[in-house]
Structure formats: C-alpha cells, structure tokens
C-alpha cells in the first residue's frame, strides 16, 4: 500500500495503489529469503496474494513449517542457511522437484556478521 498526497499536520491515510491490483504471479514460483518473518514473510503474502506459489528458504524451521500449515499447497519451506551455498543449491533443488519451475527470487535474509 503506497501513501500519496498526505497532510502532514494530521494523520495520514493510506491511499489503496492500483499496483498491487494489477500485480498477478498466476501459479508461478518466487523464492525468497528470509521468507519466515520480518520484510521476508510480507513478500511471501503478497506472492501468494497475487495467485503465486512461494519457496520459504529461512533458518527459522519452527516459523515455516507454520506458514506451510497455513498455506498448504502453495508454499514450500526448505530450512536453509543462505551463508551455504550447498544449502541453497538443496533449496533451488527441492523448489524446482515441487513447483517445477521458479521464476524469481527475493532475497530478504539478515545475516549476522
């Protein structure tokens, strides 16, 4: 939701955008990580949102299996540490025998260093 034409001196309002109305994945697969929680898991509603199918790739096993619970079908969690690569080519691997295909990645993960 975007924010247009505000009054700064009283409360703002959102402004419903005609973007993410128009926005369709249609059955297609986006990867995205860090897609547990936080900016990540708000880019996996909105994929499944707009008729998408979303690969969690995220650390937090307790927090994607949930997601997957809630959205059976269409989502996909692989338990992943993004720092690895070995561990990210079992995700691609294990999002292309589900889905078939992935046509985009989000990359949302924070790494601590």
Known sequence: MLFA???LS???RAVASTYNQLM???GETVMVTGGASGLGLATVEMVLACGGRAAIVD???DAGNAIVARHSGTTLFVK???TSAIDMERAV???LKTFGRLRGLVCAAGIAV
Request: aromatic share 6%.
């Open 59 to 61: 650390i937090n096993e």
């Open 93 to 95: 691997e294990m999002t």
């Open 80 to 82: 992943t540490d993004v």
């Open 5 to 7: 034409k505000q009054n």
């Open 24 to 26: 369709r994945f249609d």
């Open 10 to 12: 009283g409360p703002r």
